[in-house]
């Protein structure tokens, strides 16, 4: 077993969010009119708050998930279908064709061959319509303290210090959004939509962090 999937398959699921991320659900009221009767698919579920969301608001919603604890648990409680399975390794396990399918805090764990094969399985799942969505970390920041009563001081942010803010068990990395944006070329998609998220992760407001959501169709 490798570091990412000795990780995610022993993960204490209690220590992880469990409200629907705003972000995402922002994201996706732009990009599609209707939750109702969608057939949604959800890459790296954990537990599944998101999923539910989609569920709640009338999706059709399919999960896979690498952790066998959040399968079972997401499967016992809400009968929602979903399936243990490696993004990046393993054909996703559906025979349907998806609206939309989207991934948060998960291509970032895989290799670069794992995710063209992502990006080329998630491309057959689609419709002619559909969109695929993922979210990364582009980059961690450490800046100069600023006094909480100025306005917010932007120069710091070209002076920033790249560190990580993960702990190092975490085995998280970097992607670059031109990369990615190649490989999904490669796979048939094309870039739809982009959007960006800097947010302070401390007290102090020292430790910031860099979020992309980017957006596909397919050619």
Known sequence: MDRVAEYWTNLDLGETYKVPNVSLFRLLGSLIDTFKDKKILEIGFMQGADLLECK?????????????IAVSKIEQKNQVKVKLSRCGVDPIPFDVSFELIYSRDT??????????????????????NGLIVIQFIEKDIYVKKQHPEEEFDFNRLSNAKLKPIFEK???????????????????????????????????????????????????
């Open 107 to 128: 291509i970032y764990y895989l290799k670069d061959k794992e995710i063209e094969f992502f990006f080329t399985d998630a491309s057959k799942k689609i419709n002619f």
């Open 56 to 68: 709640k608001r009338g999706a059709n919603v399919y999960g896979i998930d690498i952790n066998p």
């Open 169 to 219: 068990e975490n085995p998280i990395r970097f992607l670059s959004s031109k990369e990615l944006i190649i490989k999904a070329e490669k796979a048939g998609l094309k870039l739809f939509a982009t959007k960006r998220m800097l947010q302070s992760y401390d007290l102090d407001e020292e430790r910031f962090r860099l979020d992309r959501y980017l957006v596909f169709k397919k050619k």
